[in-house]
């Protein structure tokens, strides 16, 4: 059922704002697609209050949504420009995908837990963004029928950088990865060269579920 989104949620939401810039976000689009989406609607009711807190927390299938924080670092280094097609690992809530959806891009994402896939296909909130392509599969492998991409953006802890991410990558293309396990990974931005080498950048430490082999079903 549609929830309401009140001046109450609004004014948390732009105190959110407040925050993200005070921890260092710059890139006023992506504040503004922050300020836009209603991250409640995203959280179990049990947590409705805290929803603008800047936390992750848990949804179904044992995943979390992420921090506010992190999402609007990673969609910053993206680099988002006009027409950009963007890969995303680990729809979980699908809220990273909203906020790059609300920024106007097309957003092809992919979850590997069927029973989180599915219970993201009930929310109502999606029907406003037609840009976002769901799937349910196994981001080690990409959609390669769909690539390549301008941008692909990994949401979930991966032991490695995955070779057919890279294949899906443009030339002069972005990957933001978070890399490494035990629940601590460097953030890393890799650009792909002319000659197909990559560049890369740390962006520091952060803490993901793990990015797993395959898909699970149950
Ligand atoms: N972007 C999400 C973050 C969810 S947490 C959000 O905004 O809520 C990371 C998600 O990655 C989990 O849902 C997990 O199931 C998923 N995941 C882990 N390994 C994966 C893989 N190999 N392919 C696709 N999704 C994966």
Not at 153 to 168: N, R
């Amino acid at each position: 059922m549609p929830k309401d989104d009140n001046y109450l949620h609004k004014g948390l939401r732009k105190q959110l704002v407040q925050v993200l810039r005070d921890k260092g976000i710059k890139d006023e689009r992506v504040l503004a697609a922050i300020e836009a989406i209603p991250r409640h609607f995203f959280l179990d009711p049990a947590f409705e209050r805290q929803s603008y807190e800047d936390r992750a927390f848990p949804i179904t299938a044992g995943q979390t949504i992420s921090m506010p924080y992190t999402v609007a670092r990673q969609t910053e280094l993206l680099e988002l420009k006009k027409f950009d097609k963007v890969l995303e690992i680990g729809t979980g809530s699908a809220y990273q995908a909203c906020v790059i959806a609300q920024l106007g891009y097309t957003l092809f994402t992919i979850e590997r837990q069927r029973a989180l896939y599915d219970y993201v296909g009930q929310f109502f909130f999606l029907k406003n963004f037609p840009n976002i392509k769901r799937f349910y599969g196994d981001g080690f492998e990409g959609l390669p029928s769909y690539g390549p991409f301008d941008k692909i953006l990994i949401t979930c802890g991966a032991p490695f950088i995955p070779p057919k991410l890279v294949e899906q990558l443009k030339t002069g293309g972005i990957m933001v990865i978070p890399v490494g396990d035990d629940g601590k990974q460097q953030m890393l931005r890799i650009t792909k060269q002319a000659d197909g080498s990559l560049t890369e950048e740390n962006m520091g430490a952060f803490s993901f579920v793990p990015m797993l082999q395959g898909k699970n079903n149950r």
